[in-house]
């Protein structure tokens, strides 16, 4: 099974410690633990996940893979914008294109890891 997870870091130090740390053990297992993406602010994340894309992900998931066009279709919305929701998507790893050109989710599983606390 193919997993992306997302998390929050606001501590870019220990972000950095941690991808190191996947970093060494893939190398040395040869095995990957999964694409992880971190953005160091819920509204880092949620420019990037809008409502909008977060459909079109779950979507686009279900259908498995479309054209944009045939994608903007089934969300009812303009081909535009979403070629340009796809673009954004496509530069986070979170959807690709197959070889006959077709966007896809590669992953069966996208994971959000991330606590809200409160200030002390």
């Known amino acids: 099974m193919k997993t992306a997870t997302i998390r929050i870091h606001k501590d870019t130090d220990a972000a950095i410690k941690a991808m190191g740390e996947r970093f060494v053990k893939a190398w040395r297992t040869g095995k990957s633990g999964g694409t992880v993406l971190h953005f160091e602010s819920p509204a880092a994340l949620f420019r990037v996940l809008s409502p909008k894309r977060w459909e079109l992900i779950e979507r686009l998931q279900a259908l498995g893979p479309s054209s944009v066009r045939g994608l903007a279709r089934e969300l009812n919305r303009d081909v535009k914008r979403v070629h340009e929701d796809v673009g954004v998507l496509m530069e986070y790893g979170l959807i690709d294109r ?23």
Do not use: N
């Not at 197959?98 to 996208?110: G, N, W």
């Open 98 to 120: 197959t070889e006959d050109s077709k966007v896809h989710v590669p992953y069966d599983v996208i994971h959000a890891d991330f606590d809200l606390r409160a200030v002390a």
